[in-house]
T-cell receptor, first 111, second 110 residues
Framework: DAGVTQSPTHLIKTRGQQVTLRCSPKSGHDTVSWYQQALGQGPQFIFQYYEEEERQRGNFPDRFSGHQFPNYSSELNVNALLLGDSALYLC??????????FGPGTRLTVT | QKEVEQNSGPLSVPEGAIASLNCTYSDRVSQSFFWYRQYSGKSPELIMSIYSNGDKEDGRFTAQLNKASQYVSLLIRDSQPSDSATYLCAVNPNNNDMRFGAGTRLTVKP
């Protein structure tokens, strides 16, 4: 039973560029949530997708956008990258309501 | 006031001792509470969930919840060096987003 997968593992981008991160949920899960974790901090909620719609959004600017596909996989897009966007980006999957399981994360470095 | 507060530590206990990790939260409507373990450089791993007042035991782990006091704790019995990690408390006030504390770093010394 495959767990949550994310790609890529690491990414280095230049300020102002755009980035797309990908997530495949755990088998049987239909909900994907995205989090940003800065060094030494807990994960911060970005948004959650369910039935291909953004169900809830955290306190992140519109530069952060996402998408969920019919197979429940999801993408996180960040435009106009800032140095402060450097972080570990975590995807978590769950059933519509329930425990969330994290993928391995994507380490984004903005230079 | 932060939504979820944890003592950042580091908390150091000897091998075989009980490690006690504490967490307070501010949103009274919260119904779901979780403990995650995060090893350095890795992603969080769910170790316990608790939804009702009282204790919930799973192996060496016991989660305790007191909604009236807005307090949740995690006890680790017979602590092992492999338990050394950061422990994240998470609160799910609306079944959608989770609010995390900054984590408590635990070190178990052989």
């Amino acid at each position: 039973d495959a767990g949550v997968t994310q790609s890529p593992t690491h990414l280095i981008k230049t300020r102002g560029q755009q980035v797309t991160l990908r997530c495949s949920p755990k088998s049987g899960h239909d909900t994907v949530s995205w989090y940003q974790q800065a060094l030494g901090q807990g994960p911060q909620f970005i948004f959650q997708y369910y039935e291909e719609e953004e169900r809830q959004r955290g306190n992140f600017p519109d530069r952060f956008s996402g998408h969920q596909f019919p197979n429940y996989s999801s993408e996180l897009n960040v435009n106009a990258l800032l140095l402060g966007d450097s972080a570990l980006y975590l995807c978590a999957s769950s059933l519509a309501v329930g425990e969330q399981y994290f993928g391995p994360g994507t380490r984004l470095t903005v230079t | 006031q932060k939504e979820v507060e944890q003592n950042s530590g580091p908390l150091s206990v000897p091998e075989g001792a009980i490690a006690s990790l504490n967490c307070t939260y501010s949103d009274r409507v919260s119904q779901s509470f979780f403990w995650y373990r995060q090893y350095s450089g890795k992603s969080p791993e769910l170790i316990m969930s608790i939804y009702s007042n009282g204790d919930k035991e799973d192996g060496r782990f016991t989660a305790q919840l007191n909604k009236a006091s807005q307090y949740v704790s995690l006890l680790i019995r017979d602590s092992q060096p492999s338990d050394s990690a950061t422990y994240l408390c998470a609160v799910n006030p609306n079944n959608n987003d989770m609010r995390f504390g900054a984590g408590t770093r635990l070190t178990v010394k052989p």
